[in-house]
């Protein structure tokens, strides 16, 4: 399609979940993905047959939220089978320790009370415990307390199950939330009911951390997009969003070469209008959308014919990062792609929901010696290259 023709885009009957405009413009659709992406199963039939769901991505052009117009929360499945943890990454875990180590700092939890509302497996408030706070509660329906080794047990409890707006007694001096809000379909809604959790506790600090979907438009990442994901957020957006649900932003920044969103803010009071953060970025969102729409087919193209050339050259390829990358990825090219390697222990031996694809061990390359390496994410190039060197395998290594 040629550059300067817009891509067509569907009017939807929804209205937007950010801001209640009625109106949201599709421009992606995939019809059947699989509905999780860190389910762990251990039969690669089952794998394979896992339920699936549609994805359609709507635009808001009020408040340029993204959403999956399609998204069933009943077939997202947030349970003790779920294993989305990156803490097993030195490069992930220094990222997460200096974030910790900031907020408390920053915003003086020595010695006070964090919440943290979806807290995967607890990693992030352990390390909040070692940064100085006093006392921590993590919420999310697949936290593993057995897991959680630290010499901070006394001060954190942890709950296996959702948040809701009725946990006001849970509320301290800060309350955090890392990689959830994409989760969410109503995001109006929940981050209200953060809001009316918080009441009149107003030097509540409020600590996000979210993928930036204006890196996903203008990279073209096929693979960051998927149906856990029912929200997709820019800087614009997700200050629009906090400010409509009454809070105001400290900071917002980039972080994580590029990749996450991190959004810091404090509620004001009711009636009272935040002071806008001031990024308007609803032109630049709409220019990448159809960007996006313009060269998805071609980036996905680009893959499978690589891939294929490779494999009809008896060459083999991996991917690395058995994670929600990799079920987008692999639902494009995973026909000639050998497996999935992820240095987590408790994703190997498992397989991959959608495609049936087995997680490997770093080591099993030794035993494979594929011939391309993908990264899902080439934050991690260094640290693949130092495993890849250590098991003897001379294969080339490329992220996406």
């Not at 630290?150 to 939330?177: N, S, Y």
Request: with cysteine; proline share 5%.
């Amino acid at each position: 399609m040629s550059s300067d023709i817009k891509p067509e885009r569907t009017l939807l009957g929804v209205s937007c979940p950010a801001c209640r405009h009625d109106g949201m413009n599709g421009f992606h659709h995939e019809p059947s993905v699989p509905a999780n992406s860190n389910v762990l199963l251990d039969d690669p039939a089952a794998a394979r047959a896992f339920p699936t769901g549609a994805i359609t991505l709507g635009h808001c052009p009020q408040c340029g939220f993204i959403s999956n117009v399609d998204f069933d929360d009943e077939l997202a499945e947030y349970s003790q089978r779920y294993e989305e943890t990156q803490g097993f990454s030195a490069r992930f875990l220094e990222f997460a320790t200096d974030l910790a180590t900031h907020w408390v700092y920053r915003y003086d939890l020595t010695g006070k009370d964090v919440l943290e509302i979806g807290c995967g497996k607890g990693e992030f408030l352990v390390l909040m415990a070692d940064a100085g706070i006093g006392s921590g509660i993590g919420i999310d329906p697949g936290v593993k307390p057995e897991r959680i080794v630290t010499q901070h047990a006394d001060k954190l409890t942890w709950m296996p199950r959702r948040f809701t707006a009725e946990d006001d007694d849970l509320v301290g001096d800060a309350i955090v939330c890392r990689h959830t809000l994409e989760h969410i379909p109503n995001v109006f809604g929940f981050l209200s009911g953060i809001r009316r959790a918080i009441g009149d506790r107003l030097d509540t600090v409020v600590l996000f951390e979210l993928p930036d979907t204006q890196r996903i438009l203008d990279e073209v990442a096929f693979w960051d997009v998927y149906y856990e994901h029912c929200a997709y957020f820019t800087q614009g957006s997700v200050a629009r969003l906090f400010e409509r649900c009454g809070f105001e932003i400290l900071d917002l920044r980039l972080e994580y070469d590029g990749q996450y969103l991190i959004v810091e803010a404090r509620p004001v009071a009711e009636g009272t209008i935040p002071r806008p953060w001031g990024h308007d970025d609803l032109e630049r969102i709409d220019a990448a959308i159809d960007h996006f729409a313009r060269e998805f087919d071609a980036m996905t193209s680009t893959w499978r014919s690589r891939l294929a050339a490779l494999a009809t050259d008896n060459k083999t390829s991996v991917a690395w990062g058995a994670n929600s990358k990799a079920v987008s990825f692999l639902a494009v090219t995973g026909d000639h792609v050998a497996g999935a390697v992820d240095i987590n222990p408790h994703k190997q031996g498992t397989y991959i929901a959608g495609t049936g694809h087995e997680i490997l061990a770093p080591a099993d390359l030794a035993r494979l010696q594929p011939d391309l390496v993908v990264a899902m994410n080439p934050i991690y190039l260094a640290e693949i290259q130092a495993d890849l060197d250590r098991f003897g395998v001379a294969a080339e290594l490329v992220g996406l």
